[in-house]
T-cell receptor, first 113, second 110 residues
Framework: SAVISQKPSRDICQRGTSLTIQCQVDSQVTMMFWYRQQPGQSLTLIAT?????????ESGFVIDKFPISRPNLTFSTLTVSNMSPEDSSIYLC??????????FGSGTQLSVL | KQEVTQIPAALSVPEGENLVLNCSFT??????LQWFRQDPGKGLTSLLL?????REQTSGRLNASLDKSSGRSTLYIAASQPGDSATYLCAANYGQNFVFGPGTRLSVLP
C-alpha cells in the first residue's frame, strides 16, 4: 500500500496570499491526483499530475490559480494562488496503485480569512 | 454522465447495531468500486475494494457487496462501535476516472 505524506495538515491564510501544499509518496507512481473538498461536499478533481509533462486540469480549474509541479515520480506540489474565502476547503492528494486502487494523503484543511 | 449517489446522507444508530450503507452508480461499466472512511478534516482511508468481477469483499466487521448489473454496492458494518463514527464514501473507477459519491455521515452513539 502506498503511504502518502501531505503537508501542511492545516493552515489559516489571508486573502490574496498563496499556499503551497506538498505531497510525498513512498513509492514511484505514474499519476497523482489533486482533489478539493468544499465544506459538507464530496471530492472534486482539480487536476492529474504526470511526471515530465504539464498537469491536466478539470473543467473549472486553471493553471494560473492552481499551479502544480511534478518534478519526479514520488513528489508533487499544488499551489493555491491569490486566495479568497471561497478557496477554504480540504485539499487532498491521491495516487492510484496499479492504476486501480486509490490512496490518499492526510489532507490539508485550508481556511482563508 | 457518470454519477454516484449514496443513501442515506446521514445515519445515527446506537452502539451494537448492524447497519447498511448504500452506493448507486449510473454507468455499470466500472473497473472496480472502492469504499473509504473519512474523519472530520482528514484524508480518506481505504476500507475495501471490489473488482467488477467480484460479488463481495470482507475485512473484519466490514462487508462490501457489488451488483454491477443493477449499479449498486452496499457496505455492511456489523456490531457498530462509537469509533466507527465517520463519513463513508464510495468511488466508482471508470479506468482512472474515479467518481465519488457524496458520502454517508455515520454517528454511532454509546
Amino acid at each position: 500500500s502506498a503511504v502518502i505524506s501531505q503537508k501542511p495538515s492545516r493552515d489559516i491564510c489571508q486573502r490574496g496570499t498563496s499556499l503551497t501544499i506538498q505531497c510525498q509518496v513512498d513509492s514511484q507512481v505514474t499519476m497523482m491526483f489533486w482533489y478539493r473538498q468544499q465544506p459538507g461536499q464530496s471530492l472534486t478533481l482539480i487536476a492529474t499530475a504526470n511526471q515530465g509533462s504539464e498537469a491536466t486540469y478539470e473543467s473549472g480549474f486553471v493553471i494560473d490559480k492552481f499551479p502544480i509541479s511534478r518534478p519526479n515520480l514520488t513528489f508533487s506540489t499544488l499551489t493555491v494562488s491569490n486566495m479568497s474565502p471561497e478557496d477554504s476547503s480540504i485539499y487532498l492528494c491521491s495516487v492510484a496503485e496499479h492504476n486501480e486502487k486509490l490512496f490518499f494523503g492526510s489532507g490539508t484543511q485550508l481556511s482563508v480569512l | 454522465k457518470q454519477e454516484v449517489t449514496q443513501i442515506p446522507a446521514a445515519l445515527s444508530v446506537p452502539e451494537g447495531e448492524n447497519l447498511v450503507l448504500n452506493c448507486s452508480f449510473t454507468d455499470s461499466a466500472i473497473y472496480n468500486l472502492q469504499w473509504f472512511r473519512q474523519d472530520p478534516g482528514k484524508g480518506l482511508t481505504s476500507l475495501l475494494l471490489i473488482q467488477s468481477s467480484q460479488r463481495e469483499q470482507t475485512s473484519g466487521r466490514l462487508n462490501a457487496s457489488l451488483d454491477k448489473s443493477s449499479g449498486r454496492s452496499t457496505l455492511y458494518i456489523a456490531a457498530s462501535q462509537p469509533g466507527d463514527s465517520a463519513t463513508y464514501l464510495c468511488a466508482a473507477n471508470y479506468g482512472q476516472n474515479f467518481v465519488f459519491g457524496p458520502g454517508t455521515r455515520l454517528s454511532v452513539l454509546p
